[in-house]
């Protein structure tokens, strides 16, 4: 557990210097804009244990992965997200001693993550080894009102000398990406110019052609005075350079360096036009000046949690941590660019590379729909349309036809670059949370025109592909499903896996349903999709509904519970109670094999086709599943606790429903899975978010119309939420007692509450619970 970090409401906090966690808040204290991310690195030399991590969005390198065992199909690439160039970097030697906290002593250390505001602050007295003593104070933030800047306030004092002073502010983009092979780099130099406090350097990676460009510009001040500076030259070496400035400081005076650094790529500018688009970026943004850039930057910030904050009242853990989670993912996402997505460790490390997973559809989606409104969500569902061509080609490549479609388990564009074969070939339960988040869409906005222009194309092609790849048992009599990996990769190639069959029968139903809906409501649309398709509607739909009518789902009816896959109770059913901490997590702690071997479950995977599907069964079925396979869940996956969280509160189980919200919300604060060096878990702390929405507050939409069944916590007072639901804006407030709705945008509807129908007027309504 992370106990260095405090609990506030609004901040995350680091008190104390503590180097072995030096790379853990790295993580946790990282900036990001959409546009570019930054790990919370130091920005002086640090010599201790660190990765260094600088993200542009969209930026990859397809790593080769062909090796002895490559077989057909298998992916050609992987894709690396990249480390990019370190743009953070101001390095202070102070009467010739090089600051570095891993060699200095360190006191009154303090770190602090402003969520509200977007704001990084650091500041500590540190003792050198000649005796100086420093004190440092730094603020750093990446604006969401100029997603292409980057600025920084670094001040020093020394505190019981007069001492010479030289400051070194440097971009450096001669770095390595961490899981490197032999250290190999991805960057090569383009073109590089140096000046006094100035300078840029525009790079490529080695592959593919992407192109960034960085420049810089610094000012040194003590107060509103410049700095009496004894020298002032500039450093280059390849990929790098720098201004080094030397002047003296006199006892108890501060010191003040502005950088300022645009970050500019060949996704949003002609390779040959960064030099002019960074110099035209920046100088906009020196003329503003620091503390006008950063308070726009608030000014925006209190805009997006005007609509997406979740208030809780009485717990201040967790207050802090659904905020948390929040921040973050609009610190990945901003929806502007429908090329981009979300990455499960969005700009805060490089682990699993790519930055599109179907945790988007499964988890992201329904958020930033919900707080964002239709657009956000509709460009990530675009995203998948305009890659429907590579998914198509990607099942071809398996030997499917007939335009059936398998879109990645990891891609950047389109392409599949997961370099695993039980996920890349078997995990095709990906294909089912695509076509769900097509429904949702449609189910919570109202609105079918996605459908009707684009979705129906890809629900065709990931129907094809479901009907291709069951199978016909002669000895059952029914089809089945051989051969896959479900969501609980602690399970591979495993045969009936019971949500993917449900999820590819239930995908095969609806696409039946929205193409009769286009025929008869848009004949026009129809002629053409058929055309484009080559739609043979009664001889595939005549298949289909064969498959879905005999599609086997395996189950134990003694037990009353859906089997995860056959032959599932013949493992040994040891239940996770029966593990000892020391065993824990089993992913650091058995082999492999083992594990493969054990009945436990990294992550919700009957549980997940319950979330989804939850009105196809009764609360029993419901209560006796959950049960079942809670007990034998180890949540190794971030993405796990949160369905369970939403299921319990189904259920009634609120103290389950609250300790697995903690987990979930608290993964990477309190670093469950000991992981959290590598980076934060972005993608499901958008489940964090429905833990609460859709677990406590029981938001769905049922019958077409805004439903909920609220519960609360017994540690919280209160909490509330507001929801963009079809041009309106709605606050809802849980209490011990009740639950108040008001209508803050838009017109009167109705609402459900607790399966009892209400008129939601202008003035609040209010149900005791």
């Not at 805009?303 to 659904?322: L, N, R, T």
């Not at 979300?342 to 682990?351: D, R, S, V």
């Not at 590379?353 to 329904?366: F, K, L, N, Q, R």
């Not at 045969?495 to 026009?524: F, G, H």
Request: proline content about 2%; charged content about 25%.
């Amino acid at each position: 557990m992370n106990e260095y970090l405090k609990h506030d409401e609004w901040k995350i906090v680091e008190e104390g210097f503590h180097s072995e966690k030096t790379r853990a808040s790295e993580s946790i204290f990282s900036l990001g804009n959409g546009m570019m991310g930054q790990r919370a690195n130091f920005e002086e030399t640090y010599s201790g244990e660190t990765l260094q991590g600088t993200y542009v969005a969209g930026i990859y390198y397809p790593d080769k992965t062909r090796v002895g065992w490559w077989k057909n199909g298998y992916p050609e690439y992987f894709a690396k997200v990249l480390n990019s160039a370190f743009w953070i970097g101001i390095n202070i030697t102070v009467d010739g001693e090089v600051l570095d906290l891993a060699t200095c002593s360190v006191r009154d250390f303090r770190r602090e993550l402003n969520m509200k505001k977007g704001l990084l602050l650091r500041q500590f007295i540190a003792t050198l080894p000649n005796g100086v003593e420093l004190k440092v104070s730094a603020k750093r933030f990446l604006s969401i009102v100029s997603p292409e800047i980057g600025a920084i306030q670094y001040s020093i004092t020394s505190l019981n000398r007069d001492v010479k002073v030289e400051m070194n502010s440097y971009i450096d983009g001669d770095v390595i990406n961490e899981d490197s092979n032999y250290n190999e780099k991805f960057w090569d130099e383009v073109q590089k110019e140096s000046n006094p406090f100035e300078g840029f350097l525009q790079m490529k990676t080695k592959k593919l052609d992407f192109q960034v460009g960085w420049r810089m510009f610094c000012s040194l001040k003590s107060g509103n005075d410049n700095i009496q500076t004894d020298s002032v030259e500039t450093t280059e070496d390849e990929k790098y350079f720098g201004t080094i400035v030397s002047f003296s400081l006199a006892k108890g005076v501060e010191a003040s360096l502005h950088k300022y650094v645009a970050v500019v790529s060949n996704m949003n500018h002609a390779s040959t036009a960064l030099n002019s688009a960074s110099k035209a970026i920046l100088e906009t943004a020196v003329a503003k000046g620091f503390d006008q850039l950063l308070a726009e930057h608030i000014v925006a910030w209190a805009k997006k949690w005007e609509h997406g904050d979740i208030i809780i009242e009485g717990d201040v853990a967790a207050q802090q941590a659904i905020r948390f989670n929040i921040f973050q993912l609009h610190q990945t996402y901003s929806g502007e660019d429908d090329r981009l997505n979300i990455g499960p460790k969005g700009f805060t490390g490089e682990k699993y590379g790519g930055c599109t997973y179907w945790d988007t559809e499964a988890y992201c989606i329904p958020f930033y729909m919900v707080t964002a409104g239709n657009e956000v969500a509709r460009k990530l569902l675009l995203y998948r349309y305009k890659q429907l061509d590579k998914a198509i080609e990607n099942a071809a490549k398996l030997g499917f036809t007939n335009g059936a479609a398998l879109y990645p388990m990891v891609t950047m564009n389109g392409e599949e670059c997961h370099n695993e074969w039980e996920i890349t070939f078997e995990e095709i339960h990906r294909n089912g949370a695509i076509a769900y988040a097509i429904y949702n869409y449609a189910r919570y906005t109202g609105d079918n025109t996605y459908i009707n222009d684009y979705g129906l194309e890809v629900l065709l092609g990931i129907a094809r592909f479901w009907a291709q790849r069951v199978s016909f048992s002669e000895s059952r009599q029914q089809y089945v499903m051989l051969g896959v990996t479900g969501p609980n990769e602690y399970e591979n190639n495993a045969n009936n896996n019971w949500y993917t069959s449900y999820i590819a029968r239930w995908c095969m139903q609806y696409t039946m349903v929205q193409v009769a809906r286009v025929k008869d409501e848009l004949p026009e649309k129809y002629s053409s999709f058929v055309t484009r398709t080559h739609l043979n509607e009664g001889l595939e739909f005549t298949l289909w509904s064969d498959i879905c009518n005999r599609i086997f789902l395996p189950e134990d009816k003694k037990k009353g519970v859906f089997l995860q896959q056959e032959g599932y109770l013949d493992k040994e059913q040891i239940l996770v109670k029966d593990l000892t901490s020391s065993q824990r997590p089993l992913n650091q702690k058995w082999s492999w094999d083992r594990i493969l071997r054990s009945c436990f479950i990294k992550q919700a995977d009957v549980l997940q086709g319950i979330y989804f599907f939850e009105d196809d069964f009764d609360m029993d079925t419901i209560k006796r599943n959950f049960e079942f396979y809670e007990a034998r869940t180890v949540h190794e996956s971030s993405l796990s606790p949160c369905v369970h969280s939403i299921l319990a509160a189904k259920i009634g189980d609120i103290d389950q429903a609250y300790n697995m919200y903690l987990r979930t919300a608290r993964l990477d604060l309190d670093d469950y899975n000991r992981e959290v060096k590598e980076g934060l878990h972005i993608t499901s702390m958008a489940g964090t978010w429905l833990s609460i929405v859709e677990g406590f507050g029981g938001m769905r939409v049922k019958k077409d119309m805004l439903s909920f069944n609220p519960l609360i916590p017994n540690t919280w007072n209160a909490y509330s939420f507001k929801i963009c639901f079809r041009d309106r804006v709605i606050l809802i407030r849980v209490e011990k007692d009740k639950v108040t709705i008001t209508i803050e945008e838009g017109n009167s509807l109705d609402i459900l509450i607790a399966g009892k129908k209400h008129h939601l007027k202008n003035s609040p309504l209010v149900v005791k619970l």
